[in-house]
């Protein structure tokens, strides 16, 4: 059976990154939770999903078990947070030439992973 990572493909996913940054650049509330340069967040999320998807396990050989709920403690993120998050993943996802149906696994994916980042 071929991975997400297969089906979508590094190019797309690098691509899904950069669109979803772009729109956390202009988000007003979520873009102060981040550092001033988005280049090392931009750069982790890409080597995550990555390796959550099936891919290569770069993420981990540079940061360590991703454990994301507990690196997420140092911000507070409601319900809020987790909202404005989603919606500028769904904006880069609609922005993705790859088939619905790795969009609806790839949502399903990060939707779940997002109300899991809750943490007031
Ligand atoms: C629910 C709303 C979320 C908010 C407000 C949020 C916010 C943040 C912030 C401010 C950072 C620090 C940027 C950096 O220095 O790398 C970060 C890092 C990160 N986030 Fe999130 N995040 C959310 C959800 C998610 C979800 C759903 C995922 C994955 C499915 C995710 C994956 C990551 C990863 C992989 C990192 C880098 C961790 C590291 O290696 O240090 N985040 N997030």
């Known amino acids: 059976m071929?991975?997400?990572?297969d089906r979508i493909g590094e190019e797309s996913i690098l691509k899904l990154v950069d669109d979803f940054y772009a729109g956390v650049e202009k988000d007003e509330v979520i873009r102060k939770l981040y550092?001033?340069?988005?280049?090392?967040?931009?750069?982790?999320?890409?080597?995550?999903?990555?390796?959550?998807l099936g891919g290569r396990q770069t993420y981990t050989?540079?940061?360590?078990?991703p454990m994301l709920r507990r690196r997420h403690f140092q911000w507070k993120i409601g319900e809020k947070e987790a909202t404005h998050w989603l919606k500028n993943m769904h904006a880069a996802l609609e922005k993705a030439s790859f088939?619905?149906?790795?969009?609806?696994?790839?949502?399903?994916?990060?939707?779940?992973?997002?109300?899991?980042?809750?943490?007031?």
Do not use: C
């Open 61 to 65: 050989d540079e940061r360590g078990h």
């Open 99 to 120: 088939p619905e149906k790795e969009k609806e696994e790839f949502w399903s994916y990060v939707y779940k992973a997002a109300l899991h980042m809750i943490n007031q």
């Open 35 to 52: 550092p001033e340069d988005l280049l090392q967040p931009k750069n982790r999320l890409k080597l995550f999903f990555i390796q959550a």
């Open 2 to 5: 071929s991975t997400l990572y």
